[in-house]
């Protein structure tokens, strides 16, 4: 299982490819919040999102003759991004199966990042069988989104980052708020947090209607979401918390936060207009709960994550014709 080691030993590998992404602040996301707000802006990462770390920390930990066939991975986006990204770095095959409906930007952003694309009909076929499928056939390597050791480690950097950047400001106590999805970004945060800044606390965040982490917390067992359809904010869309990430969530994080559509789509403007960032809206649930669920948070700091930016183009402006 994924611990700190091995999340120090992800970060020495990530060290030269991986960017360090700041903690930005703003005094008007201040005045809305109450309170300072600190952005941990993961939307500068490469291929705009997160996922690249944990992409790159599975594959750099492959034994050379097992990656040289090639990975496989499942995405609606930004891990296939981050899992082609990583793949064409160390020069070996990457096969994405996709769904149609995903975002064109992603689909087409993961094409040219090197990967060939295969997309399903999530309705109508089954990608697990696909995947089995390819990997038979081509030794493939499959990388998981979340429910893997060392995606988890390569996440668990930008914990490490927070932590540094967090004692540099004087911020000994606060929470952190994550934008979540399976966990892994959530439960590697909480990981590199217990060790390096154990005064602050992760607790994921959500959107309504695939609140699976939120009640699965309150509940003390994994939850499933009763909604299978992806949602707008897609990127952090999953049926239900990893079967290695959430005991971590359960030891570690506080309760979740969970936040509408229409507050993750003001959100992703003020993100636009306060920090000149843009962010998808899976990306912006932390900074709306930040923002607007207020009263659920303690003390007189809060970080978040903007975890990706990969929006299209017509999301984008809907969420600034509706709140800038």
Same mark, same amino acid.
């Given at each position: 299982m994924t611990d700190i080691t091995m999340i120090r030993s992800a970060a020495a590998r990530? $060290? %030269?490819? #991986?960017?360090?992404?700041? +903690? +930005?602040?703003?005094?008007? +996301?201040?005045?809305?919040? %109450?309170?300072?707000?600190?952005?941990?802006?993961?939307?500068?990462?490469?291929?705009?999102?997160?996922? *690249?770390?944990?992409?790159?920390?599975?594959?750099?930990?492959?034994?050379?003759?097992?990656? $040289?066939? %090639?990975?496989?991975?499942?995405?609606?986006?930004?891990?296939?991004?981050?899992?082609? +990204? /990583?793949?064409?770095?160390?020069?070996?095959?990457?096969?994405?199966?996709?769904?149609?409906?995903?975002?064109?930007?992603?689909?087409?952003?993961?094409?040219?990042?090197?990967?060939?694309?295969?997309? *399903?009909?999530? #309705?109508?076929?089954?990608?697990?069988?696909?995947?089995?499928?390819?990997?038979?056939?081509?030794?493939?390597?499959?990388?998981?989104?979340?429910?893997?050791?060392?995606?988890? /480690?390569?996440?668990?950097?930008? %914990?490490?980052?927070? $932590?540094?950047?967090? #004692? /540099?400001?004087?911020?000994?106590?606060?929470?952190v708020l994550v934008c979540c999805g399976g966990g892994g970004l959530t439960s590697g945060i909480a990981l590199a947090l217990e060790a390096d800044a154990p005064g602050l606390r992760a607790r994921p965040c959500e959107p309504e209607g695939f609140d699976d982490a939120t009640r699965s917390l309150s509940h003390g067992r994994i939850m499933r979401n009763a909604q299978t359809t992806t949602g707008l904010c897609d990127a952090i869309v999953t049926p239900q918390p990893g079967d290695i990430t959430f005991p971590i969530l359960h030891r570690l994080c506080g309760p979740g936060l969970v936040v509408s559509d229409d507050e993750a789509l003001h959100a992703m403007a003020l993100a636009f207009s306060r920090l000149k960032l843009v962010a998808e809206p899976g990306g912006a649930v932390a900074l709306a709960a930040a923002l607007f669920r207020t009263d659920e948070i303690e003390g007189d700091a809060v970080i978040c994550t903007i975890s990706g930016g990969n929006v299209d183009a017509d999301v984008f402006q809907t969420a600034l014709s509706q709140f800038a």
């Open positions: 990530l $060290a %030269g490819h #991986a960017r360090r992404t700041p +903690l +930005l602040s703003s005094p008007f +996301l201040d005045e809305i919040a %109450g309170r300072r707000v600190f952005v941990k802006p993961e939307c500068l990462q490469h291929t705009g999102s997160f996922k *690249y770390r944990g992409a790159r920390s599975a594959i750099s930990a492959l034994d050379p003759d097992t990656r $040289a066939h %090639g990975v496989i991975a499942f995405s609606s986006g930004n891990h296939a991004q981050g899992v082609a +990204l /990583a793949a064409s770095e160390f020069g070996v095959p990457a096969v994405i199966i996709m769904p149609r409906d995903a975002p064109r930007m992603k689909i087409d952003n993961t094409s040219a990042l090197g990967a060939e694309v295969v997309l *399903y009909d999530r #309705a109508a076929e089954d990608r697990d069988a696909i995947g089995a499928r390819l990997s038979a056939e081509r030794g493939l390597t499959l990388i998981k989104p979340y429910d893997e050791p060392q995606v988890i /480690a390569g996440q668990g950097t930008t %914990g490490l980052e927070i $932590a540094e950047d967090a #004692a /540099a400001l004087g911020i000994e106590t606060a929470d």
